[in-house]
């Protein structure tokens, strides 16, 4: 019995070590330009971001329930040839569409979101 135990737990530390190579061996599946796309929600609202990648290998994402207060960001990958960006505001009763335009992915870009849920506005800032 004892010879079994010592075997079952050799199989069990092998198969952790080949696991674990094989995780920090795979490669990633969309490598990333170093640029991003950053938001400050300085509004009095929850908002959601969403991404979707134009020829990536990345897949489309999104970001939700950010609260006033709060920076996030999404990494630009380096495979993506462009990008719709869109911006929902909970709640929102009046105003425009507040999603930016972006059609420059070798930068990064940054965005403050303001107002209220009554009129909310996004503006560029540095990043």
Request: glycine content about 12%; hydrophobic content about 35%; some cysteine.
């Amino acid at each position: 019995m004892r010879n079994v135990k010592r075997s079952v737990a050799r199989g069990v530390v092998g198969l952790g070590v080949a696991l674990a190579g094989a995780v920090m061996t795979a490669p990633p599946a969309s490598a990333g330009s170093g640029n991003y796309i950053g938001f400050t929600n300085n509004g009095w609202f929850v908002v959601d971001t969403c991404y979707k990648w134009q020829s990536s290998t990345t897949p489309d994402s999104c970001d939700y329930a950010k609260p006033i207060n709060t920076d996030w960001r999404v990494e630009i990958p380096e495979d993506a040839t462009g990008v719709r960006v869109e911006v929902t505001v909970a709640g929102q009763v009046a105003g425009g569409n507040v999603s930016p335009q972006i059609t420059d992915l070798n930068r990064s870009h940054c965005y403050e979101l303001k107002g209220t849920t009554f009129g909310p506005s996004i503006a560029k800032k540095d990043c």
